[in-house]
């Protein structure tokens, strides 16, 4: 076959398809894209359990990201929706597992019984390693 009888690339496709191979399609958005980070990064901080106040915030920090990241993902020539999903999902759990956790210990906190216990426990494991 010789380059006279192939074919024009593109030829009868719209216009719009071969733009988008030119190189300048959707971006996704940034905002999402942070979302998605905060969000993993501030569920791994919450189940740590030592991390949990800095997941909070992450989360916290990752809910409006995400919320933002909807909105831009709305505008022509920018894509990210299913990213921005992501992150505010996993923002989200890491903002209801940092309440509960912080729920948790202050309810434990304020059990007098069980601080009792947990301090004779930490008695006997200090006189064990004292004998």
């Known amino acids: 076959m010789t380059a006279a009888s192939e074919p024009v690339r593109g030829a009868g496709e719209p216009a719009r398809s071969r733009a988008d191979r030119s190189g300048t399609g959707a971006k996704t958005s940034a905002a999402a894209t942070f979302a998605l980070v905060f969000g993993v990064s501030g569920l791994i901080s919450v189940l740590t359990a030592i991390l949990a106040w800095l997941g909070l915030i992450l989360g916290i920090i990752g809910i409006i990201l995400g919320i933002v990241g909807l909105k831009m993902a709305r505008r022509p020539g920018v894509t990210g929706r299913g990213v921005a ?7 989200i759990l890491a ?6 956790l912080a729920a948790g210990i202050s309810t ?4 007098e019984g069980a601080v ?5 426990q930490v008695d006997n494991l200090r006189d064990k390693l004292n004998d």
């Open 108 to 111: 434990f906190i304020n059990n």
């Open 95 to 100: 903002v209801l597992i940092g309440l509960g």
């Open 85 to 91: 999903i992501g992150g505010l999902v996993l923002s």
């Open 116 to 120: 009792d216990r947990l301090q004779n």
